[in-house]
């Protein structure tokens, strides 16, 4: 009995967290609308980052990573829509993201293709292709936002 005590009294109070876990606060849950505003953001001060080495025509190699982090972005944006997220957190989700999910989906596929490229064009140091291709990703980011997104201001 001596043995078995504490390992009831901590089965008791891992249920106990559990419990309290489970019935903690929805302001207290991550919240997936919020999360991809703030991803987005995130992807927006790396562009901006990339936008000023273009203009200043600097060496591309420092933002191959970058780059890529924002096609692996990409890849994620659909998971980041999933019904039912269509309100709340001033959301600018237009409801065509889930009428025309294929066409959502392409045009996250087309960033994801565009910052790979741009990825690989960075690590060769080729400081005109890099602006080609940032202008095609800036494309990619638009054309998105012109369908899916209602307008900021
Ligand atoms: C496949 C569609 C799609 C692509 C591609 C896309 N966006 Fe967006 N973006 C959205 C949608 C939809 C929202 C609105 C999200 C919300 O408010 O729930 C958004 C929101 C944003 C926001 C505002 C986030 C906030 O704080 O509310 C920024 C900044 C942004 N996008 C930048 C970019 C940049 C930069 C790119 C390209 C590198 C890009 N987006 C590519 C669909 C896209």
Redesign the pocket.
Known sequence: MRIAMPVIGGVLLFATVAVAVRAAPAETEPNI?EM???G??L??GT?TGIKEAVAAKADPKPYADGAAA?ARW?KL?PLL?PKGSDTGN?????PE?WSDRAG?EK??SN?NEA?SKLSEIAKTGNVEGFAAQFKV?GD??GA??KQ??YR?S
């Not at 001033?90 to 237009?94: L, Q, V």
């Open positions: 609308i991809r505003q703030t987005y953001d992807v927006q562009v924002i990409g944006i829509f001033n959301t600018k989700a237009k993201i959502f045009a996250a960033m910052a990703l990619a980011c998105c936002h899916y997104r900021t």
